[in-house]
């Protein structure tokens, strides 16, 4: 038995490590990915009183700690039983979008460009940002540091600071938009919703006129038959803030429509002792292990998961995205997570379009962006979409409001099974016995987890876009026979 | 002068601090030209066994963030010590342990126990929880251990300097960096990328006296957006706090929580912030006293929310059993 470890920060405090098990014939044996570290939100928020949580929990994550904000902000109103006033609704939606821009603008620029633009086994020193760049032209690069910008900027004008958000409080918002803050929001909208428009351009140009690539998505090595979920609106359409928790199966029936309170009849988690992450799987068919197919508790969450379980966008521009989708890649559902990319470019249009949408409500500057609460606090839960999958949080407090229970099922969370098989599907499917492991191997094995975005590796929000990468390959009694690195 | 060496590395951080590295935007580029990475793992392909390859005290200056929550953590903060000839703790969690220090709290067996046999998503039966060590069938499994407290940087290896904020305002990282580029640092062991002064006294909101005689909270109250906010009787973490975040969360109309860290000479944030506020409760009377304190829920927890692991409390103390 060998064993390959692609630890991607090398012995460090990690974000996540593969160990690849190769049996003496030099086949894939088993694979393992593990996520090296814990901090205990569950614990410590504890004994706090929960209109503090919004402002704890985006320390979870400095790369989405507005999904945290928010998905806490709805879960307080849920313990204090308010409904917030619609303006304040559509303010934390405006807000999401735009963190939602911002963090899918740095995922595909930064890390999943390269791969494409720059070929899955090229030379690793230009298979980075830099290299896209030298080779799209300084313009689309300017335009990329611009919106991202942008988006940032808008962040800190309506919550305080783009990175620590300070602003859900039971019942609505801190603080509500002046007319020159709208006048700001609706320009740079103007320019996110063209600058989407550029980005479904270079998508078309980079992979899609290119078949190789379109091969590359739908091979095998990058399949997994799963069931999705995503939130979705009252005609089923994508949602990012409000709305009920859609699920399907992987012929794309409805399973199960569900609020947030209604989650843990139909969603657990499993745990294995050599993971710090656990493994949520649904309820009604249970965990199965880690399996695909029709039969397993296994699903996927984030853009893939999220187009698959809507009927469509809101948005018009959207809207025509989605239908080109799924027509490209022969029809609903698409299981072949190397199109995750380009669901996070249908998502990208259909933010910049919500975007504008609200910047230019004429509501969106009334000042009425709260409600007292009325009600004792007791209980509740809040989901919102993460960009990185449905996130979820839970919160129990006594009747002063102090927590005594806290439950988080986190976006990427949800797809960790779903990344373990499809680094194991994609290892299978490229190492091959006597052949050698070259850069190329291990870019395209990393390529099965980068599509999903995962949010333990903040280092794929890198500048240059590539995680390190060193795979050793090992004898039984630990002797390196092999060292690659990049 | 020859160009400048440096090097910035992530700890038991959430991403948040290196954010704020990026955020520098086209500056990043400035920064390049003045000064060599020479490790970065969140952007450059730099490995731990290129920093032990240095010799000591190669790199100029590193960066580092996040708590030291693990044993790795801990052997690279030693590592890094001994390769830079400066070591900044930048941001909170590297500073004064941060909100996950608020882990000190508890123990570290319960805090496993709530995670993974105390979560209602979570069945469970066998009560799993994650090991050092687990054998599967096809070999041995490792990850690193959890350690029972967090600590600072400096409570591991010296420090010379401190960049406060969770995370530092993208203004001040800039500034730390045009200040060690010039050489224009202050005598070590300091604060940098900050204000000398209080929150307070940056503060814009119109102060009066402050008399309070009941403390109300974000739930039950719509600040006014113009005045202090510990005057409206809601904790706001100001008086014990140092400047230098641009008042960020009070532009937000909410209250500050003290992720600057304690003001200079204060060794002991939240002390400093309940002597702030028993100076403004408008009673003698003890038990009219000890009404209004009971309004402040949680002092504790929101006194020392970013600087716990760096207080004389620490935390919570078990003896170890022999």
């Avoid at chain 1, 995962?454 to 990468?469: I, K, N, R, V």
């Avoid at chain 2, 948040?16 to 990026?22: E, N």
């Avoid at chain 2, 920093?51 to 044993?71: I, K, L, Q, T, Y």
């Avoid at chain 2, 929880?129 to 591991?156: H, M, N, R």
Wanted: net charge neutral.
């Amino acid at each position: 038995m060998k064993r390959i470890t692609i630890d991607p920060i090398t012995r460090l405090e990690g974000h996540g490590k593969i160990e690849i098990f190769l049996n003496d014939a030099g086949e894939v044996a088993d694979v393992f990915f593990q996520v090296p570290e814990l901090r205990g939100f569950e614990k410590f928020c504890q004994g706090r009183p929960v209109w503090e949580l919004p402002s704890i929990v985006p320390k979870i994550c400095g790369v989405c700690p507005v999904d945290h904000h928010l998905a806490s902000g709805k879960a307080v109103d849920a313990v204090y039983g308010i409904d917030p006033p619609p303006v304040a609704k559509k303010l934390r939606t405006l807000y999401h979008c735009v963190h939602r821009i911002h963090s899918h603008i740095a995922h595909f620029y930064a890390l999943a460009a390269p791969d494409f633009v720059m070929g899955p086994d090229a030379n690793p020193a230009v298979r980075n940002v830099l290299g896209v760049v030298g080779k799209v032209g300084p313009e689309l690069g300017g335009a990329v540091l611009k919106a991202r910008r942008l988006a940032q900027d808008i962040q800190a004008m309506m919550a305080g600071s783009q990175t620590y958000p300070n602003w859900m409080v039971p019942g609505g918002v801190s603080k509500g938009l002046k007319e020159e803050e709208r006048k700001q929001i609706e320009q740079h909208a103007r320019y996110f919703v063209e600058f989407a428009k550029t980005s479904i351009k270079v998508f078309d140009d980079v992979v899609l006129k290119n078949k190789a690539y379109v091969d590359l998505i739908l091979s095998d090595a990058y399949k997994l038959v799963t069931h999705y979920m995503g939130l979705v609106d009252e005609k089923n359409h994508l949602q990012t803030t409000y709305g009920k928790v859609r699920v399907v199966d992987t012929q794309g029936k409805e399973i199960v429509k569900y609020d947030a309170k209604d989650y843990l009849q139909h969603v657990a988690e499993h745990v294995e002792p050599w993971s710090y992450l656990k493994f949520p799987y649904l309820k009604a068919k249970g965990w199965k292990g880690f399996v695909d197919g029709q039969d397993s508790g296994v699903y996927r969450a984030a853009p893939l998961g999220r187009l698959n379980a809507s009927d469509g966008m809101s948005t018009p521009l959207a809207q025509a995205e989605y239908e080109r989708f799924f027509k490209t890649l022969g029809g609903k559902p698409v299981h072949s997570t190397l199109a995750t990319h380009w669901a996070r470019i249908v998502e990208l249009v259909g933010a910049a379009e919500v975007a504008l949408q609200l910047a230019t409500d004429p509501e969106i500057t009334n000042p009425k962006v709260r409600e007292l609460p009325q009600q004792k606090p007791s209980e509740g839960v809040g989901i919102v979409e993460a960009s990185r999958g449905t996130l979820t949080h839970h919160y129990k407090t006594d009747e002063k409001g102090m927590v005594v229970a806290v439950n988080l099922i986190v976006g990427t969370t949800n797809n960790h099974a779903p990344i373990c098989m499809s680094i194991k599907r994609a290892a299978q499917g490229l190492i091959k016995r006597g052949q050698q492991i070259t850069d190329g191997v291990l870019n395209m094995i990393e390529m099965a987890f980068r599509a999903y975005d995962p949010c333990f590796s903040c280092a794929t929000h890198s500048l240059p876009g590539q995680m390190p990468l060193e795979v050793v390959v090992r004898e039984k009694d630990g002797t390196i026979v092999a060292r690659r690195q990049r | 002068m020859p160009k400048l060496k440096i090097g910035l590395y992530w700890a038991a951080a959430c991403g948040g601090c290196d954010v704020s590295v990026l955020d520098l935007h086209e500056k990043i580029l400035k920064v390049a030209e003045a000064a060599d990475i020479l490790f970065w793992p969140i952007a450059l392909d730099f490995k731990e066994k290129d920093v032990e390859a240095m010799p000591d005290g190669h790199m100029d200056v590193c960066f580092f963030n996040g708590a030291v929550r693990n044993s790795e953590n801990e052997h690279m903060a030693k590592l890094l010590r001994k390769k830079s000839k400066v070591l900044v703790a930048f941001g909170s969690c590297s500073y004064l342990g941060g909100v996950p220090g608020l882990a000190n709290f508890y123990q570290r067996e319960d805090v496993l126990r709530t995670v993974y046999c105390g979560s209602p998503s979570t069945p469970n039966e066998k009560k799993t929880i994650p090991q050092e060590k687990t054998t599967e069938k096809v070999g041995e499994l490792k990850i690193p251990a959890f350690y029972a407290q967090v600590k600072t940087l400096a409570q591991v290896v010296p420090v010379e300097y401190f960049l406060p904020g969770c995370p530092p305002a993208v203004e001040q990282v800039w500034a730390a960096v045009e200040a060690i580029v010039t050489g224009k640092l202050p005598k070590p062991p300091a604060v940098v990328g900050a204000s000398d002064k209080a929150l307070c006294d940056e503060c814009p909101r119109k102060k009066g006296e402050k008399k309070i005689k009941q403390f109300r909270s974000v739930a039950d109250t719509i600040p006014d957006p113009e005045i202090c906010l510990l005057e409206q009787g809601i904790i706001c973490c100001g008086p014990a706090t140092r400047a230098g975040c641009g008042y960020r969360c009070i532009k937000a109309n909410m209250p500050c929580r003290g992720c600057y860290g304690p003001t200079p000479g204060v060794i002991d944030q939240g002390a400093k912030m309940l002597s702030a506020v028993a100076s403004v409760i408008d009673s003698s009377d003890p038990d009219e006293v000890e009404k209004i304190v009971a309004g402040i829920p949680d002092p504790a927890g929101t006194f020392y929310r970013f600087s716990l692991p760096d207080s004389l409390l620490r935390g919570v103390r078990v003896e170890e059993a022999k």
